[in-house]
């Protein structure tokens, strides 16, 4: 079992920047490759970023590439998701989440879940 919790989401302009993080505990969190999926309103969930358990393979969607970085501290148990050049269509419930098997690009297939931080971008 391992248990997820975001943190770091809020209200900011168009064109700042964020950093959300994903503490894990439970089981190693080095075992786990990591993802990033998010959820706007009335849309379904969707892929942001995903990162493999060795921090040597990394994945994003197109529409966040060249402006959101993922990240990992296998020391600290801990993910994170440097966002910036913000626009208002990035405002969503940010989720991170976790796979014991391999992933692979736009991967939405995740065995552990956090409830999610709230991100809001003002244009």
């Known amino acids: 079992q391992v248990q997820l919790v975001e943190s770091g989401g809020g209200l900011v302009q168009a064109g700042g920047s964020l950093r959300l993080s994903c503490a894990a505990s439970?089981?190693?969190?080095?075992?786990?490759?990591m993802g990033w999926l998010r959820q706007a309103p009335g849309k379904e969930r969707e892929f942001v970023a995903a990162?493999?358990?060795?921090?040597?393979?990394?994945y994003y969607a197109d529409s966040v590439k060249g402006r959101f970085t993922i990240s990992r501290d296998n020391a600290k148990n801990t993910v994170y998701l440097q966002m910036n050049s913000l626009k208002p269509e990035d405002t969503a419930v940010y989720y991170c989440?976790?796979?014991?098997?391999?992933?692979?690009?736009?991967?939405?297939?995740?065995?552990?879940w956090g409830q999610g931080t709230q991100v809001t971008i003002s244009s």
């Open positions: 989440a976790a796979r014991a098997y391999a992933i692979w690009d736009g991967c939405m297939d995740y065995d552990y």
């Open positions: 439970g089981r190693t969190f080095s075992s786990y490759n």
């Open positions: 990162m493999t358990l060795s921090g040597l393979t990394t």
